[in-house]
């Protein structure tokens, strides 16, 4: 069998040329209408929707495939699965999220918590309630004096099967800091006693 080397490169070209010129389509099939927006929103693929190759616009639709099934994580989406195919100059991502994921524990470790955080056993969580609940700590023991507080670890333990999780924050909270005395220096034309005053900390009481 005989074929024309020179006439083959020449269409596999034209083809790379073609799909520069015209650019191409992205179409997202998700049935939650947030996730949707934000596939959208931090798609490679749709952002960089002007002249490209076969090849590289592959390699954008690989890359937000990755990108995506950690967006769907971040929704509560664990056992997602994000697909995409390439027609022409039309590129397809498909979303088979599966169910929402609830949570079955929250437990936290390294110190005791002043107040229990908003989160509902049972009910479907998500990786941004999680990391509200970790700002709603840090902020309770910032008030109470643990100025270094820091999340160490978060573990997260998802069951396929119950399609739930468990979560584990590691918190290393920190020495526990108060006020000293304070020291008023430059007011030549306020009397100390005026200033302390407005002063509304107590040496002694715990940073905040």
């Known amino acids: 069998m005989k074929f024309n080397l020179a006439s083959t490169l020449a269409c596999i070209l034209l083809s790379c040329t073609a799909l520069s010129a015209q650019g191409y389509s992205v179409t997202f099939e998700c049935d939650d209408k947030s996730l949707k927006k934000a596939l959208s929103q931090n798609s490679q693929t ?12 592959r390699r954008r ?56 955080p908003k989160l509902k056993i049972g009910q479907p969580i998500s990786t941004q309630q999680i990391v509200d609940a970790e700002n709603s700590l840090l902020w309770q023991l910032k008030k109470s004096g643990y100025a270094l507080a820091a999340i160490a670890k978060r573990e997260c333990i998802a ?50």
């Not at 526990?176 to 030549?188: C, D, N, R, W, Y």
């Open 61 to 116: 639709a690989q890359n937000d495939q990755e990108r995506f099934e950690e967006l769907a994580h971040y929704y509560g989406y664990y056992s997602a699965n994000i697909s995409f195919s390439i027609h022409g100059s039309s590129v397809l991502f498909r979303c088979n999220l599966g169910p929402k994921y609830v949570l079955e524990s929250f437990t936290i470790e390294g110190i005791k918590p002043y107040s229990e």
């Open 159 to 208: 069951n396929t099967e119950k399609h739930s999780l468990a979560v584990t924050l590691h918190v290393e909270p920190g020495p526990q800091l108060h006020f000293g005395p304070s020291t008023i220096v430059g007011a030549e034309t306020v009397l100390p006693e005026t200033i302390n005053k407005y002063i509304i900390w107590k040496e002694g009481s715990p940073y905040s």
């Open 46 to 57: 749709l952002q960089l929707k002007e002249k490209t190759t076969p090849s590289a616009l």
